[in-house]
């Protein structure tokens, strides 16, 4: 008997520890979604920092170049004003890097649509000396 009730407190001891160790087991939601309506969490709409149309002149020597930016497109307009070379340029926006090779007379636009952060626009363009019209 004494046999019986030992086996019955094991047991029961078990079955305690089991139900207590259940009970400290919360469940956690995904950060991607809220309570209540199911919804997904969507970024505050802070991505658009300017105001109108933002007109910018890099022109240097034979080079024109004008960025206009705005929340919806960043445009850069490239001018090569040299008369007998082309201009190799480089246009860096945000993470973005491009090449151009403009002929003389030429130019060259770079459009960046949809709503865009206003990023810092470089420029720099050298003439092709080795080469000619």
């Known amino acids: 008997m004494i046999e019986i009730a030992s086996k ?4 029961t001891l078990i079955t305690i520890a089991s139900v207590l160790a259940t009970a400290c087991v919360a469940i956690v939601p995904t950060p991607s979604k809220t309570e209540g309506d199911g919804s997904q969490n969507i970024p505050p ?7 109108g149309k933002q007109v910018q002149d ?10 206009t930016q705005s929340c919806e497109e960043t445009v850069v307009l490239i001018q090569n004003l040299h008369d007998k070379h082309p201009k190799r340029c480089r246009v860096s926006t ?8 403009i002929m003389p007379g ?17 420029l720099g363009c050298v003439n092709d000396w080795n080469r000619t019209k």
Request: hydrophobic share 30%; glycine share 6%.
């Open 8 to 11: 019955f407190s094991r047991l």
């Open 106 to 122: 030429e130019s060259r636009t770079l459009t960046q649509t949809g709503p865009v952060e206003r990023d810092a626009v470089q």
């Open 58 to 67: 890099l022109s240097d020597g034979t080079t024109k170049a004008t960025i």
């Open 45 to 51: 709409a802070t991505l658009c920092n300017i105001e």
């Open 94 to 101: 945000g993470k973005n890097i491009t090449e151009l090779y």
